[in-house]
């Protein structure tokens, strides 16, 4: 619950604020409400606006456009469908749904992306990564050397499941273009890191990994390993 008092007298903003406390608190660290007062001046009220505007989860923000038609969502998956899908390939374009589905969902929990008011681009370039693992995910050619073209994934670590974050692994580091290192290198997200191929070569590193893309917890074997 958010509240923004316009030139509110002492004792109304002090009502406000109670009011505000009822739902939620020091207690409760998921209610990010409060109460905001302003005075009756342009600046002002720009100010205290955008201090509401950021603490809006950027998810949400996406329902004030209204849902998309039917022919919107068809227009908008011709748009992006990898070319080698075929219109009429139902199967391969429902794979490709269910594949970015599940990692858009990702995006709709992240506390760094809804919150985010450092990176202009994080959303679209986690988006970027999201449509080229999709495509490589389901082109038949797969007789690939994995050594010396760098597939790029990322990784959802769901260590805290109410909020996953993203990680990123590269079957060939050495092969990302400088643009697109600078751009991971920029995003800043919590133990969000471009690996090494020494770091690939490490047990311990494909172990978390795996862990986290499966959701399965890491456990110590009776060599402490």
């Known amino acids: ?23 939620g608190g020091v207690d ?10 302003t005075e009756a001046q342009a600046q002002a009220m720009d100010d205290a606006f955008g201090q509401v505007a950021s603490c809006i989860p950027v998810s949400q923000t996406f329902a004030l456009d209204g849902a998309l038609s039917d022919e919107d969502c068809r227009s908008l998956v011709r748009k992006h469908l990898p070319g080698f899908v075929a219109q009429e390939d139902k ?4 794979f490709w749904i269910r594949y970015l589905h599940r990692r858009v969902s990702v995006l709709d929990s992240n506390e760094s992306f809804n919150y985010n008011e450092t990176h202009d681009n994080l959303g679209s370039s986690l988006m970027e990564t999201m449509l080229s693992e999709v ?4 082109d ?5 050397s994995w050594t010396q073209e760098s597939h ?9 499941p109410d ?3 993203f990680r990123l692994i590269c079957t060939c580091p050495e092969a990302l273009s400088n643009e697109i290192r600078t751009g991971y290198e920029q995003l800043d997200l919590p133990g969000f890191f471009i690996p090494s191929s020494q770091d690939l070569r490490r047990r311990s590193i494909l172990d978390t990994y795996l862990s986290q893309a499966l959701q399965i917890p890491l456990t110590e074997g009776q060599d402490g390993s």
Not at 28 to 37: I, V
Not at 91 to 94: E, F, G, P, Q, V
Not at 135 to 138: A, I, M, V
Not at 152 to 160: E, G, K
């Open 1 to 23: 619950l958010v509240v923004v008092g316009v030139n509110l007298a002492p004792k109304l903003q002090e009502e406000m604020t109670a009011l505000c406390c009822k739902f």
């Open 28 to 37: 409760r660290e998921t209610n990010k409400g409060f109460f905001l007062s």
């Open 91 to 94: 199967l391969l374009t429902t």
């Open 135 to 138: 495509e490589q995910f389901l």
């Open 140 to 144: 038949r050619n797969q007789n690939k």
């Open 152 to 160: 790029r994934q990322l990784i959802y670590d769901f260590s805290n």
């Open 163 to 165: 909020s996953p974050e």
